[in-house]
């Protein structure tokens, strides 16, 4: 049975949470289909820390709701839950390419990006959300930091 890991706050949270979806994104940077997958539109809900097999970060898509399941070497899972929540908790089971995953969270629902991209490139996050961390000087904070839609549930 795994245990879950929430994530800390955001000023806290260590880039390695963030890591398998920045891989996903720039590995389908350019596919035409992925062109609204977009790092600002999820969230990090909880980590799965599995005994013997590879820990499985839960991220959420903020407008369809669709999860995306993966370890830290990329591969994707699916949730299956329990069939009696009160006997046991669901299990994660490998999918056999991004693409499977990809595909349930509903890219396509989304409206097409207008004449300013709507994908964001892995570099341009990076820098928009990690280059510059909110400090601290004797307990007070020296820069005020705004994630923008990058939020943590």
């Excluded at 994530?7 to 260590?14: A, H, S, V």
């Excluded at 390419?97 to 349930?104: E, F, I, N, T």
């Amino acid at each position: 049975m795994p245990t879950l890991e929430l994530p800390p706050e955001p000023e806290r949270i260590d880039l390695s949470w963030w890591w398998p979806l920045m891989a996903v994104a720039g590995s389908v940077a350019g596919v035409e289909r992925y062109r609204r997958l977009a790092l600002d539109d999820f969230t990090v809900v909880f980590k799965a820390v599995r005994s013997g097999r590879p820990d499985v970060y839960a991220y959420q898509h903020r407008v369809t709701r669709g999860h995306l399941y993966l370890d830290a070497a990329v591969q994707p899972y699916r949730y299956v839950p329990a069939k009696d929540p009160t006997t046991g908790s669901g299990r994660f089971l490998r999918l056999r390419d991004l693409d499977a995953a990809l595909v349930r969270l509903h890219l396509w629902e989304l409206p097409l990006p207008g004449p300013e991209p709507h994908h964001v490139t892995v570099d341009d996050w990076w820098l928009r959300n990690w280059a510059r961390r909110p400090t601290t000087r004797r307990g007070v904070r020296t820069e005020v930091r705004e994630y923008g839609r990058l939020h943590v549930v």
